[in-house]
Each structure stands twice: as C-alpha cells, then as structure tokens.
C-alpha cells in the first residue's frame, strides 16, 4: 500500500525566512509525485509534478526536488502571500488503481510580516 | 479555460436523506476522480472514471454511495441515507487520461461541502 509523511505539520516562517517542506513516501513503482497547494475553503491548486529522481521543478519562490524516498518543496524569500497548506500526494503502480492518488496530511505553511 | 467545476458549493441536510453532488470536468479529459477531505484531514479517493465506466470503486465507503458518469462528461456522486459521519468536503478532479504508465496531473474542482446534520 502507497503512504505518504509531510513533514512538519506545521511551518511558521517570517517574511524572507527560506525553508523546506518534506514528502517521506514508500511506493511500488512511482508513477508521480504531486504537490498541489491548498487555501481555506478552496480545492487544491497544481504546483509541479515529478516523474524521477533526481528530477527538480521551479515556480517562481518554489523548487520542487525529488529522490528515491522523498520530495522536498523549498521556499525560497517567501511572502504572507505563500501562507497555505502543501499537499503532497503519489501515485503508484501498484494494481490496477490507475487513478489513485495517495495523499499526506499536509504542511500548514504561515508567513508572517 | 474553464477548470473542474462542482456544484453545489455547499449542501446542508439532515440526517437520512439523499444527496446528489456533481461534477463538470474540463472539457476534453477522459479521466474523472472523486476525494472525500474530512476536517483536518488528508484527502481520501473514491472513485474514478476512465471514460464512463469505473474502474476502480474501491474507496467508496459503503454501499451507500454510488457514482455515475455520462457523455464521458458529467458524473454524479450520490450518497443515501446520509450520516454525521458524511460531512466533508467532497472534491473532484479530471485529467486528460489515466494509465499505467506516467501518472497525468489531476486539476481539482472548488469542492462540495456537506454537512449532515
């Protein structure tokens, strides 16, 4: 069965403090792996997806990087504006549940003035 | 262009009724997926339409709940005889396709918040 850690569960950074989010994930045969941001009261937005180690993705303050058993997002001078919570979620080749995701429980992300 | 929408936004019921949630994913993906997000948290699949049939209905939670899709466009999640255990926001999300091989990015919907009183 696919699993996914975040870690922490939550994050408070003053405006400018970088710093980096982590996906723990165990997987038989990663199909994907996603992160998505998440506001109150919305659906997830799409951020990057990553298809092997060693493979890394950027947006703006985000740098998406990936390895063997984990993902890091680093948020690099980040703004009250990133303040959200950052879903990680993989999916795996496993069976024949070729639509699911398996989602973390979030990192609760607050940037402060 | 238009993203996943959802409606209604927000369903208040009471307990033992029927409710019926839909889905309109972006035009052109043949993919559909329902999640259940209960407060505080992960998301929880469903379902998931490739075309209009469903493949895997594994994460539906009891036979209470039931999915459909027609037109390979529209789907219903329906829930009977609601229980206070059924409030979450339910999500849905579309991709252009599904497979085996490179997993397609899933676009997710506003979300529907249910609320079972």
């Known amino acids: 069965e696919d699993q996914v850690t975040q870690s922490p569960e939550a994050l408070r950074l003053q405006e400018g403090e970088s710093s980096s989010l982590n996906c723990s994930y165990t997987v038989s045969g990663l199909r994907g792996l996603f992160w998505y941001r998440q506001d109150p009261g919305k659906g997830p937005e799409f951020l990057f997806t990553l298809y092997s180690a060693g493979e890394e993705k950027e947006k703006e303050r985000l740098k998406a990087t990936l390895t063997k058993k984990e993902s890091f997002l680093h948020i690099t001078a980040p703004k009250p504006e990133d303040s959200a919570t950052y879903l990680c979620?993989?999916?795996?080749?496993?069976?024949?549940?070729?639509?699911?995701?398996?989602f973390g429980q979030g990192t609760i992300l607050t940037v402060h003035p | 262009g238009a993203g996943v929408s959802q409606s209604p936004s927000n369903k208040v019921t009471e307990k033992g009724k029927d409710v019926e949630l839909r889905c309109d994913p972006i035009s052109g993906h043949t993919a559909l997926y329902w999640y259940r997000q209960r407060l505080g948290q992960g998301l929880e699949f469903l379902i998931y339409?490739?075309?209009?049939?469903?493949?895997?209905k594994s994460g539906l939670p009891s036979d209470r709940f039931s999915a459909e899709r027609t037109g390979e466009s529209v789907s219903t999640l329906t829930i009977q005889r609601t229980q206070q255990e059924d409030s979450a926001v339910y999500l849905c999300?579309?991709?252009?396709?599904?497979?085996?091989?490179?997993?397609?990015?899933?676009?997710f919907g506003p979300g529907t918040r249910l609320t079972v009183l």
């Open positions: 979620a993989v999916r795996g080749a496993g069976g024949t549940s070729y639509g699911k995701l398996t």
């Open positions: 999300a579309s991709s252009p396709r599904t497979s085996g091989g490179l997993a397609d990015t899933q676009y």
């Open positions: 339409f490739q075309g209009n049939s469903a493949p895997d």
